[in-house]
């Protein structure tokens, strides 16, 4: 008779071979996460801890050459938002609107959104008005400090600095040329933090490194009064727009580099791009006779003529299928070579620029810099135009000696006038003095013209204030050497424009010891189109005003007696 087996030890049999099995799992798993994913399990672990919070840098600070602040950081504050934890999205668009002056509708639209868990409500706002939102106490809001980029002299030099986004970063000017030095090197932190977010150690830091503070060979109150000077000519003359440049041309050191109408940088989001350029360095014009210099200095560097050999010249002359004729009718002359440049001749230039020749003109033209940048470090820089002799035709030779057919910056051209005023030293424009108290890279220098040849040259400019087309150009007290230019703008259908016209003056001062070059450029004015009508006065002006604030001892007849 066989023994019936008990229940009750069946199930408890059966009770412990699940266990058994439970526990093998349990021990396979636990054995399989230490030894397989120890490493990766660690690693979340650590990062679930652990947050980096970036320094940022402080942007260094720009100056002019007088330590005058140009460009700063200031303090900001940037408040955001996440829409999960607003209570009341109206109420805190509302307090937002009204303190810190954003779209109170557009941001109640973003806080409504309970899926986004981040919202910018102002990107670096005024400390004391987000501070007076922070007292609030409103759900949802967080805040936290940013730098912001200011500039504290409004619309100086506003062409020249360019202006920083709101990422701190150059976007344009000498923001963006030298946008590494200025910004620095962000640092950061890797913090172990607790479930409620409090630091509990910090891991690794890595300092920010602050950028460096750049020093400008501008002079501030010289660029104002340029400025000043060029929206009084714009106004005067009705004119499109107005250019400034003034040299030291002893050092390349750039004093100012204006442009009308103007712009304020701290407001450069609502400014058209086309009023930021600096068109000093970035656009080029047809400069008319001021280019008769070159012309000039070849004849006479080459020996083919001296300041006082003389040409009979009619009032008009055929070059190929043009006739070309002076600006004022006259009759047949005969002119100097010094009396062809005083009275800007256009025939006495074309005549000089035959017996030079093409490749030799072209030879000249390269030599003061024309076709290439100056590396003055300006984003943008234009190289002008200039073409070669074996792309000219057959009236080339008449339109290149007078300034047409050639384009150039103003920096370009005041530079070429530099080289004269410099003993026939050509010294390379710049816009940088000291970087964080290092001199910056010394210009590069390269004779041009024999000294002897630039004195000629100087003497022959001299004449065109005294008696010849630039006599609104004078400077009481003072010697001025310069030139007028006066040129029909191209049009788009490579013909010239009737009506429209560039009007310009460069020159220098005291003529005897030059310190500064002064170069005015006006864009299509209207009641004048003249250069010694609407540029040389302007030109007066700005050389008049800085001979007397850089202290600057008279030379001229009436300052000896």
């Known amino acids: ?59 260094g600070t720009i100056f002019d050459r007088t330590g005058v602040q140009l460009a700063i950081g200031e303090q900001a504050t940037t408040v955001y938002a996440d829409p999960r934890q607003v209570r009341d999205p109206r109420a805190v668009a509302a307090a937002a609107g009204r303190l810190l002056g954003v779209d109170a509708n557009v941001l109640f639209d973003q806080l409504s959104n309970r899926k ?47 202006y920083a986004g709101l990422d701190n970063r150059g976007l344009s000017g000498l923001e963006l040329q030298f946008d590494k030095t200025l910004a620095g090197r962000a640092g950061g932190e890797t913090r172990t ?8 150690d910090v891991v690794h830091a890595r300092p920010a490194v602050d950028g460096q503070n750049v020093r400008l060979t501008i002079d501030h109150t010289i660029q104002a009064n340029a ?15 107005a250019t400034a440049v003034v040299l030291d041309p002893r050092s390349g050191d750039v004093l ?99 017996k030079l020749g093409p490749t030799r003109l072209y030879k000249w033209m390269r030599r003061f810099g024309f076709g290439s940048t100056t590396g003055i470090a300006f984003p943008g820089e234009s190289r002008g135009f200039v073409l ?80 010849g087309t630039g006599t609104l150009a004078a400077v009481p007290g003072y010697r001025v050497a310069g030139k007028t230019g006066t040129a029909q703008k191209p049009d788009e259908q490579g013909g010239y424009s009737g009506g429209r016209y560039v009007a310009s003056f460069v020159g220098m001062v005291p003529a005897s010891r030059p310190r500064l070059v002064v170069l005015v450029m006006v864009d299509e004015p209207h009641g004048a189109i003249w250069g010694g009508v609407v540029a040389a006065p302007a030109f007066a002006q700005i050389a008049a005003y800085d001979l007397q604030y850089l202290e600057v001892p008279p030379d001229g007849v009436e300052a000896v007696h």
């Open 256 to 354: 100012a580099m204006a442009n009308a109408p103007g712009f304020d940088a701290n407001n450069f989001g609502s400014t058209p791009s086309a009023v930021t350029r600096n068109r000093a360095v970035t656009d080029v014009y047809e400069p008319g006779s001021t280019f008769k210099l070159v012309t000039v200095a070849g004849v006479l560097s080459d020996r083919i003529v001296t300041p006082r050999t003389t040409f009979t010249l009619p009032y008009s002359i055929h070059v190929a299928d043009r006739v070309i004729h002076d600006a004022e009718t006259r009759g047949t002359e005969t002119m100097s070579v010094a009396r062809i440049l005083a009275q800007s001749s256009n025939v006495g230039a074309i005549t000089l620029a035959e």
């Open 1 to 59: 008779m066989r023994r019936r087996r008990n229940p009750v030890n069946r199930r408890l049999r059966l009770l412990l071979m699940f266990l058994v099995a439970g526990f093998a799992v349990l021990l396979g798993r636990a054995a399989w996460l230490q030894a397989v994913q120890a490493g990766s399990l660690s690693s979340l672990a650590t990062k679930q801890h652990r947050a980096t919070v970036v320094l940022p840098a402080s942007r």
């Open 193 to 200: 933090i607790d479930a409620l977010g409090h630091v509990l």
């Open 388 to 467: 070669r002799p074996d792309e000219w035709s057959g009236s080339t030779i008449g339109n290149v000696p007078i300034g047409q057919g050639v384009a150039v910056t103003p920096v370009q051209m005041a530079t070429a006038y530099a080289t004269i005023a410099h003993r026939g030293v050509l010294v390379q424009p710049h816009l940088i003095e000291r970087i964080d108290g290092h001199r910056a890279a010394r210009p590069k220098k390269r004779r041009v013209l024999r000294r002897a040849i630039a004195a000629e040259l100087n003497a022959m400019l001299q004449n065109v204030v005294r008696e």
């Open 227 to 241: 400025e000043a000077v060029l929206r009084q000519t714009i106004t005067k003359w009705r004119a499109k727009g």
């Open 116 to 162: 986004a868990s981040f919202v910018y409500v102002a990107r670096k706002a005024d400390p004391a008005k987000a501070d007076r939102l922070a007292k609030l106490n409103l759900a949802g809001l967080g805040f936290y400090p940013e730098e912001r980029r200011f500039y504290p002299q409004g619309s100086v030099a506003s062409h020249i600095l360019g």
